[in-house]
C-alpha cells in the first residue's frame, strides 16, 4: 500500500509544508558534483571498485538521468514553489547514489504516468519517484528497493490517547481522506475489533488529508491514518514539529500493508542496476541511508537490504 496509489490528494494537502533545502538545481538539475558530497550530515565520497561496475555509457556521460515526479512530499519537493530547486527523500538518496557511483544522478521532472514509459523510451536511465515495485512494472524495468511504506498513524503531540496500534483505535473516532488505501484499511480493521471485544472505530471521512488534521488539531478525532511517509513528514514539520506525532506500530514498521519502493532502472541498463544495488547497500551499512530516512521524518521506512524486484503482489 504505497502512497503513490492515492498521490493527487496526498501532494496537495502536503504542498503547504515546510521544505527542507539541499544544494543542488532542479529542472533540468546539473545535480550534485562527481566527488566527495554532504548528505544529510554525511559525507559520501567516491567508491572506486563501484564505479567500475557501471555501463560504459554511463562512465563517458558522467551521469545518471533520473525522472521524478515533483511534488510528492517527503519523497521529492521543490524548495520553492515556482522555483526548481529540488529536495526530497528522493532526491538526497540520489545524490548520495551518485557520490557513492562517481556520477551525477541529474533529475528531471515528469508526470507520474509518463515515468516508465520514458525509460522504455531511452529518455531516462532510471526514476526515483516513491514507485511502487510491483510484478506488473517489473515487465518493462528493474526495480532496487530502498524503502518499505504503508499506512501510518498521526496523532495529537503527546499522543494524549495513547495510540500505538490500529486496536487501539476500536471505539474511538479517527479521521480519513475519502476514495483511499487507508479508508479501506480502517473499514477492514473493524472485523478484528469485533474480535477483540471493543468497538468499532468510528471513521470520520474528509475530502482532503489537510481537513482531517483540522480535525485532529481541534479534538475531534484523536487520529488520522494517512500514508506512512506522509504522516512522518506532517508531524516533522507542521508547526515546527510541535502539532502532531507519528506513531510507531513496532509490529509493523513500514506501516500497515507496507510494500516496498524502488528505484525503476532501464532493463537495456542491467549493469547499472547492479551498480546501483551494491551502492544503496553501502550507504545502509554505513548509516547515510537512515540518516536521509530520518532528516524527513521517516527513519522507520528504511530497509536492511537493498533488494532487487522485492514486489509483494
Known sequence: MNARFARPAAAAALAAAVLVSVSACGGEDTAAPIGKVVVAGAEVVKDQKL???????IKKAGEVRVATDVPYPPFEMFVKEGEPTLTGLDYDL?????????????????????????????????????????????KVVDFVDYSQSGSG?????????????????????????????????LKTHQAECSTAGKGKIDIQTFPKDSDAQLALRSG????????KPAAGWVAKTADDGKAFDLAEDPAAPGGYNASPNGIAVSKDLPQLTDAIQKALQALIDDGTAVAIYGKYGVASIGIKEATKNAAVD
Do not use: W, Y
Open 51 to 57: 564505479h567500475d561496475l557501471l555501463p560504459e555509457k
Open 153 to 185: 498513524i498521526l496523532v495529537a503531540e503527546g499522543n494524549p490517547s495513547n495510540v500505538t496500534t490500529l486496536n487501539d483505535l476500536c471505539g474511538k473516532k479517527v479521521a480519513v481522506q475519502t476514495a483511499t488505501n487507508q479508508l479501506d484499511l
Open 94 to 138: 540520489g545524490q548520495a547514489l551518485g557520490a557513492k557511483l562517481g556520477v551525477r544522478f541529474a533529475f528531471t521532472p515528469q508526470k507520474f504516468d509518463g515515468i516508465v514509459p520514458a525509460i522504455q523510451a531511452g529518455k531516462f536511465d532510471v526514476a526515483m519517484s516513491a514507485i511502487t515495485d510491483n510484478k506488473e512494472r517489473q
Open 220 to 227: 475531534k478525532v484523536v487520529a488520522q491514518v494517512l500514508t
